[in-house]
Nanobody
Framework: QVQLQESGPGLVKPSQTLSLTCTVSGASLETNYYYWNWIRQAPGKGLEWLGA???????GVSPSLKTRISISRDTSKNQYTLQLNSVTPEDTAVYYC????????WGQGTQVTVSS
């Protein structure tokens, strides 16, 4: 019943900003004790947690990427967004949204390639 869907560009140029949106259905972003995450997997690498929008309105981000990442939400649309600034080819990955009480529910993922 809970579904998450990533959307955004599949190709971004180096030094530019990547913006992705996750649309959630079947659960509210404001559901108590639900967390709405961004996770990515680069080729040959494991899952990397990027950040999350919390049910309370708070935000958490990965310490290693905190200078480049921002996460926001639009509760009227039940969407939350990822903004990753100053991208490089190392940011090439499949980007997922995942949420629920833990990482219960996952989107299908969206491929993002950083290339000139």
């Amino acid at each position: 019943q809970v579904q998450l869907q990533e959307s955004g560009p599949g190709l971004v140029k180096p030094s530019q900003t990547l913006s992705l949106t996750c649309t959630v259905s079947g659960a509210s972003l404001e559901t108590n004790y639900y967390y709405w995450n961004w996770i990515r997997q680069a080729p040959g690498k494991g899952l990397e947690w990027l950040g999350a929008s919390y049910y309370s309105g708070g935000v958490g981000v990965s310490p290693s990427l905190k200078t480049r990442i921002s996460i926001s939400r639009d509760t009227s649309k039940n969407q939350y967004t990822l903004q990753l600034n100053s991208v490089t080819p190392e940011d090439t990955a499949v980007y997922y949204c995942a949420g629920g009480p833990f990482w219960n529910y996952w989107g299908q993922g969206t491929q993002v390639t950083v290339s000139s």
